[in-house]
């Protein structure tokens, strides 16, 4: 089985700050990680994905993630907000498949960003 | 523009009767999914398809149900069966069932039971 743990259900901050949205897994296999972001009343939008390669990887609208393996995090990151960031962000895992295995995302709880002036 | 539909985007049902919530995509993606989401709960899968003809339940299946006869269209139906079923539902889509492919999401349906 797989979990995922949004330790923050709200981090506000200033415009212009520097944010990090944390995020842990656990799986007892290898995993893919997503983060989400969800603007009021709307579906979800993919920021970004590790799926292998660099640890550090880029998404849109300025954000990044690092992947670490021994502490089993994906924390997203931005060096400066904007207004038109607050949303909730959520971070995802699914697990590299077995064969004949069906695939599945969980997600975790949330992040609500609220940017302010 | 490719993408996915859903509807309508508020559905009002009393107590005790079944409702159908439409999804279509037109990005001739493969599999198809429905999660629900309540308030501090993140999302939940409810269902998925792989193919056409063929789903499978996910964690929260009871007092759902689903089909898949078009590949572009993926019903959910909410019983009578399910007790709380007010919340925000999304279904979303993807290339294939395999777990490195994004996901693409509806705007969603919000289900209030009166």
């Known amino acids: 089985a797989q979990s995922v743990t949004q330790l923050d259900s709200q981090v506000p901050v200033f415009e212009e700050a520097p944010v990090e949205l944390r995020c842990n897994y656990s799986?007892?296999?290898?995993?893919?990680l997503f983060w989400y972001v969800q603007y009021p009343n709307q579906g979800l939008q993919l920021l970004l994905k590790?799926?292998?390669?660099?640890?550090l990887v880029k998404g849109i609208n300025g954000f990044e993630a690092e992947f670490n393996k021994s502490q089993t995090s994906f924390h997203l990151r931005k060096p400066s907000v904007h207004i038109s960031d607050t949303a909730e962000y959520f971070c995802?895992?699914?697990?590299?498949?077995?064969?004949?295995?069906?695939?599945?995302?969980?997600f975790g709880t949330g992040t609500r960003l609220q940017v302010t002036l | 523009d490719g993408g996915i539909t859903q509807s309508p985007k508020y559905l009002f049902r009393k107590e005790g009767q079944n409702v159908t919530l439409s999804c279509e995509q037109n990005?001739?993606?493969?599999?198809m999914y429905w999660y629900r989401q309540d308030p501090g709960q993140g999302l939940r899968l409810i269902y998925y398809?792989?193919?056409?003809?063929?789903?499978q339940k996910g964690d929260i299946a009871e007092g759902y149900s689903v089909s898949r006869e078009k590949k572009e269209s993926f019903p959910l139906t909410v019983t009578s069966a399910q007790k709380n079923p007010t919340a925000f539902y999304l279904c979303a889509s993807s290339e294939q069932g395999g777990s490195y492919n994004e996901q693409f999401f509806g705007p969603g349906t919000r289900l209030t039971v009166l």
């Open positions: 995802a895992v699914s697990q590299r498949p077995d064969t004949g295995t069906a695939s599945k995302l969980t």
């Open positions: 398809s792989q193919i056409v003809n063929d789903f």
């Open positions: 799986s007892s296999v290898s995993v893919y």
């Open positions: 590790y799926l292998s390669g660099s640890t």
């Open positions: 990005l001739n993606h493969d599999a």
